[in-house]
């Protein structure tokens, strides 16, 4: 079997060994309903506490403050929803960003059925969130920040202390989708006066369809599934305790390792960076190369459509991806890469990729050799390419 290059951890990654490890006992042996009054449910319960206490201590916040959910998505949505209801009587207006991940604007698009408001804050051509755009769009109908730590498409991280700053300021609750950066930068909760924040188990090697919502303590949010009193009468449903379990060993690991992890990461992916771009004419690197994700390099290839490159690619046993896996299989082009000023031509032509912890320099060379052929072959077959090249032969 021919090796598999994958270069897509933003859509996910790996369950690490340890986390596996840690969860497969709660599959079959340790079944126990965690609300259960008999010790073998309640060490169920015991497990998924110290998953919330390992999680706190990771963001820096009170245990009590974690809410387990489905995943991203689903703390996304009870952040937004929730707040929008709980806060109804002081207003309805929201504000976030163009660049946030389909999690928030879809639920945004639902809100504005709602009767709610949303302004949608606009990037630099870097990438970075317009602070003072965003400023201005306060109003006494403010009921919301929205800012994601980190993006999935291009990895560009936003000023997230300055906006949590701007939003105390205001008097306005901050939440932040954290899914990109928790496990990957430091991020702090009460440093950044974030008030929710979403994060996902699958994005930093722990298990798929478990991730939690950080909201403090003092908000007084009711319940977003009703049912049993389970997270605190906020959340109702059977836990996932393997899921729960497996996300809170990933979470540790990903602390312990963090910085030596981003170190060795950002080294191979400034190397790929630098190579293509030496090698390959006609290329550029979307989103700011200083407050970036140090595994994120998002390439535009001028006369290249990402889609044939993607292919062409996978034949090679490359795994990469063009903007989120949410708008691959469409035809429209990234909305992160519009809002970027990019020319739709430009946006089409990118390409995501994401490095790992077992990302290797050879893997990246292969990549390189290969990427270089694929470009050179789609440009012979661009009537523009060809006239273009033609012109600057010297
Ligand atoms: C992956 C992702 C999500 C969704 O998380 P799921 O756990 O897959 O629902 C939300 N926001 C961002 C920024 C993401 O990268």
Redesign the pocket.
Not at 184 to 204: E, M, Q
């Given at each position: 079997m021919r090796n598999m290059i994958y270069l897509d951890n933003?859509?996910?990654t790996r369950v690490s060994e340890g986390a596996l490890e840690a969860m497969l006992p709660y599959f079959a042996e340790q079944y126990g309903n965690p609300s259960g009054i008999y010790e073998f449910a309640t060490r169920n319960k015991k497990a998924i506490n110290r998953a919330r206490e390992e999680i706190a201590g990771v963001i820096d916040c009170n245990p009590a403050e974690i809410y387990f959910t489905?995943?991203?998505?689903?703390a996304?949505n009870w952040a937004l929803c929730k707040v929008a209801e709980l806060m109804r009587e002081k207003g309805r207006h929201i504000i976030t960003t163009k660049i946030?991940?389909h999690?928030?604007l879809h639920a945004c698009e639902w809100l504005e059925k709602q009767g709610c408001r949303i302004s949608y804050i606009g990037v630099d051509e870097q990438g970075m969130v317009k602070l003072d755009e965003l400023e201005r769009a306060i109003t006494r109908d403010t009921i919301l920040i929205s800012v994601?730590t980190?993006?999935?498409e291009i990895g560009t991280i936003q000023p997230i202390m300055r906006i949590g700053q701007i939003a105390r300021k205001h008097n306005i609750l901050f939440h932040t989708?954290a899914?990109?950066a928790v496990g990957h930068v430091p991020v702090s909760v009460r440093k950044c006066g974030i008030d929710l924040l979403?994060a996902?188990?699958?994005?930093f090697n722990g298990p798929?369809?478990v991730?939690f919502l950080y909201m403090r303590n003092d908000i007084p949010m009711s319940s977003f599934i009703h049912g049993g009193g389970q997270e605190r009468g906020r959340r109702a449903g059977t836990e996932n305790v393997p899921g729960i379990v497996g996300m809170g060993q990933a979470i540790k690991e990903a602390a312990r390792m963090m910085s030596q992890r981003a170190k060795q990461e950002q080294r191979l992916r400034d190397y790929f960076m630098n190579e293509v771009l030496r090698r390959i004419p006609y290329a550029r690197v979307n989103g700011s190369r200083r407050n970036r994700l140090p595994n994120n390099v998002n390439f535009s290839f001028q006369f290249a459509e990402g889609e044939s490159i993607l292919i062409m690619l996978d034949a090679k046993g490359i795994c990469a991806s063009s903007g989120?896996?949410c708008t691959t299989g469409s035809t429209a082009p990234s909305h992160v890469l519009m809002a970027l000023g990019l020319p739709e031509e430009l946006a089409h032509g990118s390409i995501r990729f994401t490095l790992g912890q077992d990302t290797t320099k050879e893997e990246i060379d292969y990549v390189i050799d290969e990427l270089e052929k694929i470009i050179a072959q789609l440009r012979e077959m661009s009537p523009f390419y060809t006239e273009l090249s033609g012109e600057n032969k010297k």
């Amino acid at each position: 079997m021919r090796n598999m290059i994958y270069l897509d951890n933003a859509a996910t990654t790996r369950v690490s060994e340890g986390a596996l490890e840690a969860m497969l006992p709660y599959f079959a042996e340790q079944y126990g309903n965690p609300s259960g009054i008999y010790e073998f449910a309640t060490r169920n319960k015991k497990a998924i506490n110290r998953a919330r206490e390992e999680i706190a201590g990771v963001i820096d916040c009170n245990p009590a403050e974690i809410y387990f959910t489905s995943g991203g998505s689903e703390a996304d949505n009870w952040a937004l929803c929730k707040v929008a209801e709980l806060m109804r009587e002081k207003g309805r207006h929201i504000i976030t960003t163009k660049i946030e991940h389909h999690a928030i604007l879809h639920a945004c698009e639902w809100l504005e059925k709602q009767g709610c408001r949303i302004s949608y804050i606009g990037v630099d051509e870097q990438g970075m969130v317009k602070l003072d755009e965003l400023e201005r769009a306060i109003t006494r109908d403010t009921i919301l920040i929205s800012v994601m730590t980190a993006n999935n498409e291009i990895g560009t991280i936003q000023p997230i202390m300055r906006i949590g700053q701007i939003a105390r300021k205001h008097n306005i609750l901050f939440h932040t989708d954290a899914v990109q950066a928790v496990g990957h930068v430091p991020v702090s909760v009460r440093k950044c006066g974030i008030d929710l924040l979403s994060a996902s188990g699958h994005k930093f090697n722990g298990p798929k369809g478990v991730g939690f919502l950080y909201m403090r303590n003092d908000i007084p949010m009711s319940s977003f599934i009703h049912g049993g009193g389970q997270e605190r009468g906020r959340r109702a449903g059977t836990e996932n305790v393997p899921g729960i379990v497996g996300m809170g060993q990933a979470i540790k690991e990903a602390a312990r390792m963090m910085s030596q992890r981003a170190k060795q990461e950002q080294r191979l992916r400034d190397y790929f960076m630098n190579e293509v771009l030496r090698r390959i004419p006609y290329a550029r690197v979307n989103g700011s190369r200083r407050n970036r994700l140090p595994n994120n390099v998002n390439f535009s290839f001028q006369f290249a459509e990402g889609e044939s490159i993607l292919i062409m690619l996978d034949a090679k046993g490359i795994c990469a991806s063009s903007g989120s896996a949410c708008t691959t299989g469409s035809t429209a082009p990234s909305h992160v890469l519009m809002a970027l000023g990019l020319p739709e031509e430009l946006a089409h032509g990118s390409i995501r990729f994401t490095l790992g912890q077992d990302t290797t320099k050879e893997e990246i060379d292969y990549v390189i050799d290969e990427l270089e052929k694929i470009i050179a072959q789609l440009r012979e077959m661009s009537p523009f390419y060809t006239e273009l090249s033609g012109e600057n032969k010297k």
